[in-house]
């Protein structure tokens, strides 16, 4: 801060010598135009919140940590609530939404409902969600969670290495969109509209190979 | 100078602002500084710990309404001189969020406080003592909830040496009198 107000200073200082005809020769005391100095604070005031929000934007659409959007989504294989292992892999061919939440959190609730009329509507496509709970809640509670919010799709029992593996999950919920062929096409962080994941899901499900096979 | 200052006030606006936007960078529960309470030897005493949720968030009081939530929970390590003993959580707020309009969480925003009750022991030497713990919280905004935390936690605690007892006067030698 400090040296943005000393270029701030300099710069008004110099400005207004410029505008003096014999500012090499000048030994006058340095003239410093308020108005400029609060025109130019105004503008950098400006660019800074512009450029924290364009950042903001960025971080939201970025690719995964290693730029892993676009790229196949990195593969694990989690224990799911009816005992089985799921592989992200196997469900290639497949859109995938893949969903990390958990039970202590509020806007993770209201999405489920909409992934249940969305896996009803889109499954038939070959559209599939897989929640991954990050949760420290034991398997009955997680599972007794799921029953009450009648669950339709696989709910994985997440571990914190797969959440760093999508560039860590530190906001709930979470969320990453897969095409047919496996890779990441789009993320989004904390509650969405249902239109978000509609528009996502139909993204999704319109690319990779498999389709282009199926045409 | 007027101007100058406005400027500066103008660019901390905007960095302040756009920090509010981004989501929590560091811990959303900070504590005050707690004050320093003398307690007299074997005597019990309340140290009151100030905390602040910040702005745009919440976390969950100490009862919260739903089994799956996380409550705040202050755990104070236990000391060989002092005895912890009984935490006083606040009453939550009951608030509905845009997430879910109809439904109403136990929550703490803004200022909260917790009282710890410490009882130094009678054969503890008089002086500063440091109590650790940690404040295990989980937050949430509008749209998003974040990993439970925890928080450390320490107080100073200054044992005060008991005043003498009263002796009770011997019985006198009636002769004394005579």
């Not at chain 2, 004050?35 to 005597?43: A, F, R, S």
């Not at chain 2, 200054?158 to 009636?174: C, E, H, L, W």
Request: charged letters at 20%; proline letters at 8%.
């Amino acid at each position: 801060m400090s040296r943005a107000l000393n270029f701030l200073w300099a710069y008004g200082s110099s400005v207004t010598r410029l505008q003096s005809p014999d500012f090499r020769n000048s030994r006058l005391p340095v003239k410093r135009n308020p108005l400029i100095l609060f025109f130019i604070a105004a503008i950098v005031a400006a660019m800074l919140f512009a450029g924290v929000r364009v950042a903001r934007t960025n971080r939201a659409n970025a690719p995964p940590k290693g730029q892993l959007m676009g790229q196949l989504a990195p593969d694990f294989e989690l224990p799911a609530l009816d005992g089985k292992n799921l592989k992200l892999s196997d469900l290639r061919g497949k859109a995938v939404l893949l969903n990390f939440w958990a039970t202590y959190c509020g806007p993770c609730k209201i999405e489920m409902p909409w992934f249940v009329e969305l896996q009803k509507e889109y499954g038939p496509q070959g559209f599939q969600i897989v929640g991954v709970a990050m949760d420290d809640a034991s398997t009955e509670d997680i599972a007794k969670f799921a029953k009450e919010m009648g669950v339709n799709y696989p709910i994985l029992l997440g571990k914190e290495s797969v959440g760093q593996s999508y560039g860590g999950v530190s906001v709930l919920p979470t969320t990453f969109f897969l095409d047919r062929d496996g890779k990441l096409i789009a993320r989004e962080f904390g509650l969405q509209s249902r239109s978000v994941f509609v528009d996502h899901i139909k993204k999704a499900l319109s690319q990779g190979q498999a389709v282009q096979a199926r045409k | 100078m007027e101007v100058l200052l406005t400027s500066a006030l103008l660019l901390f606006s905007a960095w302040a602002w756009a920090q509010e936007d981004l989501g929590p960078q560091g811990p959303v529960v900070k504590m005050a500084l707690a004050p320093v309470v003398t307690v007299v030897q074997g005597k019990p005493a309340s140290v009151p710990l100030l905390f602040r949720v910040s702005s745009g968030y919440h976390i969950n009081s100490n009862r919260p309404k739903s089994e799956f939530l996380i409550p705040t929970v202050l755990k104070v390590e236990a000391t060989t001189d002092i005895v912890i003993g009984k935490t006083t959580y606040p009453e939550g707020q009951d608030m509905s969020f845009a997430f879910a309009p109809e439904e109403k969480l136990n929550v703490y925003t803004g200022d909260f406080k917790v009282d710890v009750l410490v009882r130094p022991l009678r054969s503890v030497q008089a002086g500063k003592y440091i109590v650790r713990g940690t404040l295990k919280y989980q937050a949430c905004d509008n749209a998003a909830c974040y990993p439970p935390k925890h928080l450390p936690v320490s107080f100073d605690v200054k044992i005060a040496k008991a005043p003498p007892t009263p002796r009770k006067n011997p019985a006198q030698s009636p002769h004394v009198h005579q």
